[in-house]
């Protein structure tokens, strides 16, 4: 609470109506079941997210393997051919390359696609498409033609889907300068920042996880409300806490959390940030926690080599590094591709201990 | 020209969409009237003065990187664009001066814009591969090839989306120019079932010169006969003459009348030559100077300056050349500034909110240093 209040006072702002709606997400976050608050699914609100901005723009449509008849690979997509017919939900053919274009194309004519891909994997056969054409032409023409475009789909790790299915995307797209790369954790992210980035005039990489498509998570009423947005370029605190600053994104807020409950019980007390938009990157926020606990430990899902992770150590060792007691910690997937045996799949993750662990290594460490 | 017509009949019809063919014979049985021709005419003699002047620019240090020509594929630009209207789009490979040309961006533009300049179509940010005006509908300039197919595929599913979904009165078409190389490329055969399954108004135009830098056509493709490929996906396959406008054009009207119709896409193999290396860093060593004769005989403006003056069309004072108008922009492109500082970091994004959060914690573009440019350059 005391953290969103001296924030609020840096920003040069006084309790403002986007503060004072921060204090109540945050408050709402902090409690998993309160009585009386709905629960939605990710998978609902990416689907009534879609829904609604569909209605509201006849612009925007969707194009994707299985999107239509099958409802969706991940059922994402359930309902919408019923509703919009088949003239704005599209069964492509196998053809990544060419749809992926396609979408752009449409994009540089004036609509609004929201390409699925069955999973950020195969967007390496149209990686081209994403980079080359999408996220370079509002640069390359000058400003002339922008592309209003959304790719989406589950990104990095699933259980047991073995090398070629797992691997995470974000830092890859995320250094490309033109795109803006999205990582939703809860409902509520998912909503905001699907709307948002469907509304939004440039190419989003839009991150989600396919093991977070079931779980439930409270949601506010302003969350259901159709104009709902979260803005691009900011990152949430989803925990306050003054020992350590713990980031990350997507499926890992939620091990972080739960790290961050066993902290507790041992007297750290952490500072989770769920970053929510790796591209552009929340700087500030990082920066201004980090200042105020003086330690870091980043954790993602993906490969830890030029990562996520090794972009906010840099960043955090470039504006804050007087500030900081003990070195930056670098949690991140194991540096091997993806093994099947489920055993050595959990060994290549990062669990609940490893962030335990690497957090108590930051605050011991000047001890 | 007889036998041509033929072919072209015969090839049209050949494939499961048949198509009435409609003839239509002027009263002096000309292909063209005068205006027409004087249009062709000037849009080739721009095209061709222009390309040789950038060789010369080339040459002489006020352009580099990479630049590829036109020279002797004129008639395939000239005969199907000058048919388009302004809001048809035109997606292109690299070899993409003189498609903007005829698709009407300013040839002071296009020679800014070669020069790096802050005049230039893009503000001198694209360069020569990536000409692009939203003006008229020019959407590039493609550097991978066959990236373009399927960005035009889309531009032409936008305009059947317009027509169903939003109930606009649209029947723009899009012309895909792209070369005999692209023809092995996997979004080619992509691109072309999906236009065919959901029959986009899109034109799929081969400009087959018959080299790819320096892989001949016959070494690197199993059936060269690229005409025929449309057939298989379910669209007419056409083969025509790329060195004769009059040929292309009267293919290109059956193309785009088709396409506007709705039933769908075409494809147009031209065969066709580049007089030119592939870029003006190519030696071009490998190809043959009988053959490079061969074709310079049939060079597409002797070609129609002879029809226009035999036919009584023009003479031979109305057909001067439009050297000034090149030179004029050279002019122009010279004294043109280059782009200030702060152009380094603009136009990432079109909403600059996204460009990210100062260190001061609020949007960068609320920061009114912003357009000084934020990097230590």
Redesign the interface.
């Given at each position: 609470m005391w953290g969103i209040l001296r924030r609020s006072a840096?920003?040069?702002g006084g309790f403002s109506a986007s503060s004072l709606r921060r204090t109540r997400f945050a408050l709402v976050s902090a409690r998993s079941y309160a009585a009386g608050s709905k629960e939605m699914t990710v998978r609902d609100a990416l689907n009534s997210a879609i829904d609604e901005e569909m209605s509201a723009d006849?612009?925007v449509?969707v194009m994707g393997e299985e999107v239509g008849q099958y409802q969706g690979a991940y059922k994402i997509t359930k309902g919408l051919l019923e509703k919009y017919g088949p003239?704005?939900v599209y069964d492509?053919?196998i053809?990544e390359?060419?749809?992926?274009?396609?979408?752009?194309?449409?994009?540089?004519?004036?609509?609004k696609p929201v390409v699925e891909f069955m999973t950020f994997n195969f967007s390496m056969q149209a990686i081209?498409?994403i980079i080359?054409?999408a996220a370079k032409?509002?640069?390359?023409?000058?400003?002339?033609?922008?592309v209003?475009i959304v790719f989406r789909g589950p990104n990095g790790a699933a259980a047991g889907v073995g090398a070629q299915h797992s691997q995470c995307y974000a830092a890859w797209y995320a250094s490309v300068?033109?795109l803006?790369v999205l990582a939703p954790y809860s409902a509520e992210d998912a909503r905001g920042l699907l709307k948002a980035a469907i509304r939004?005039?440039?190419p989003v990489v839009f991150l989600e996880n396919e093991l977070l498509y079931g779980e439930s998570f409270p949601i506010s009423e302003e969350a259901l409300d159709s104009s709902f947005c979260l803005?691009?370029?900011?990152a949430k605190i989803e925990r306050e806490g003054k020992d350590v600053t713990i980031t990350t994104f997507s499926k890992m807020v939620g091990f972080v959390l739960k790290a961050a409950e066993k902290l507790a019980e041992e007297g750290i007390s952490a500072e989770v940030i769920n970053l929510r938009s790796i591209r552009?990157?929340?700087?500030?926020?990082i920066n201004?926690s980090v200042r105020k606990t003086s330690r870091l430990v980043t954790v993602e899902e993906g490969f830890p080599q030029h990562g996520v992770c090794a972009e906010i150590c840099a960043s955090v060792v470039e504006?804050s590094f007087s500030y900081l007691d003990a070195p930056v910690e670098r949690i991140a997937g194991a540096d091997v591709p993806m093994p099947y045996a489920a055993n050595l799949e959990r060994l290549a993750l990062p669990q609940v201990e490893d962030i335990v662990r690497a957090a108590k290594r930051a605050c011991y460490r000047s001890k | 020209m007889c036998l041509c017509r033929t072919l072209l009949i015969q090839q049209i019809r050949g494939s499961s969409n048949a198509i009435l063919v409609k003839e239509k014979k002027p009263t002096n049985s000309l292909l063209i009237t005068k205006e027409e021709g004087l249009v062709l005419y000037e849009d080739m003699i721009l095209g061709r003065s222009f390309e040789d002047m950038c060789a010369q620019m080339y040459y002489r240090g006020k352009m580099f990187g990479f630049v590829h020509l036109y020279n002797g594929q004129e008639a395939v630009s000239t005969g199907f664009i000058k048919l388009l209207t302004k809001s048809d789009s035109v997606v292109s490979t690299y070899r993409d001066h003189v498609h903007a040309l005829s698709k009407g961006v300013s040839a002071r533009a296009v020679m800014s814009e070669l020069f790096g300049k802050v005049t230039g179509c893009c503000r001198g940010q694209g360069g020569s591969m990536h000409m692009f005006s939203k003006e008229h509908n020019m959407l590039g300039g493609f550097a991978f090839i066959g990236e373009g197919i399927p960005v035009a595929t889309g531009a032409a599913f936008t305009s059947k989306y317009k027509r169903e979904v939003l109930k606009q009165d649209c029947d723009d078409v899009t012309v895909a120019f792209f070369g005999d190389g692209t023809c092995n490329n996997g979004q080619f055969y992509e691109c072309l079932n999906i236009a065919a399954l959901y029959k986009l108004p899109i034109i799929f135009v081969v400009e087959n010169n018959l080299w790819a830098i320096g892989m001949s056509h016959l070494r690197s493709t199993s059936d060269p006969e690229i005409w025929k490929k449309g057939p298989a996906f379910g669209m007419p396959g056409v083969h025509v003459d790329g060195m004769d406008v009059l040929k292309v054009r009267e293919v290109a009207k059956e193309a785009v009348t088709r396409a506007r119709r709705g039933e769908g896409p075409t494809l147009v193999e031209c065969e066709t030559y580049r007089f030119r290396g592939h870029s003006l860093a190519d030696p071009d060593e490998l190809r043959d100077a009988a053959e490079k004769a061969k074709y310079a005989a049939r060079d597409t403006i002797t070609a129609l300056k002879k029809y226009l003056i035999e036919n009584k069309l023009a003479n031979e004072g109305e057909l001067k050349k439009i050297d000034d108008l090149v030179e004029e922009a050279v002019e122009f492109a010279d004294a043109s500034p280059q782009p200030g500082r702060s152009q380094l970091l603009e136009n990432v994004f079109a909403d600059p909110k996204g460009f990210g959060i100062g260190p001061d914690g609020r949007y960068r573009c609320e920061d009114p240093k912003f357009t000084e440019g934020t990097a230590q350059v």
């Open positions: 840096v920003d040069g006849p612009k449509f003239e704005r492509t053919p053809t390359a060419g749809f992926t274009g396609i979408g752009v194309g449409a994009a540089y004519a004036g609509l081209d498409h080359n054409s032409s509002n640069y390359m023409s000058a400003g002339q033609i922008n209003p300068p033109g803006k939004d005039p440039d803005p691009i370029g900011k552009p990157l929340d700087r500030a926020t201004a504006e | -």
